[in-house]
């Protein structure tokens, strides 16, 4: 199993920047897609960006130019950069481990991180 801790989140005024990480263990890190989702109260989770190995990354198109995923794979540890937030950002924002195999795919969360954004 996949164990994945997120850090970083707290309130924020609009226009201000956080920058979320995520560190993973028990698992091989090279062989996980990992990515950030977010939820806000009553909503469905959604994918905010993902970043493969080799640092192929795809972003949710209400984030692009504003925020940036990286990961570091010799630390384990995948990062968001977010600037320029706006309220509608808020939610609580989720570390994922992704890897499809012949014998099935392997989904992994972390605990989750606030954001908060005021106006």
């Known amino acids: 199993q996949v164990q994945l801790v997120e850090s970083g989140g707290g309130l924020v005024q609009a226009g201000g920047s956080l920058r979320l990480s995520c560190e993973a263990s028990?698992?091989?890190?090279?062989?996980?897609?990992m990515g950030w989702y977010r939820q806000a109260p009553g909503k469905q989770r959604e994918l905010v960006a993902d970043?493969?190995?080799?640092?192929?990354?795809n972003y949710a198109g209400s984030v692009k130019g504003r925020f940036t995923i990286s990961r570091d794979n010799a630390k384990n540890t995948v990062y968001l950069q977010m600037n320029n937030l706006k309220p509608e950002d808020t939610a609580v924002y989720y570390c994922?481990?992704?890897?499809?195999?012949?014998?099935?795919?392997?989904?992994?969360w972390g605990q989750g991180t606030q954001v908060t954004v005021s106006s």
């Open positions: 994922n481990a992704h890897r499809s195999t012949l014998g099935g795919t392997y989904n992994y």
């Open positions: 028990g698992s091989i890190f090279s062989a996980y897609v």
């Open positions: 970043i493969t190995f080799g640092g192929s990354t």
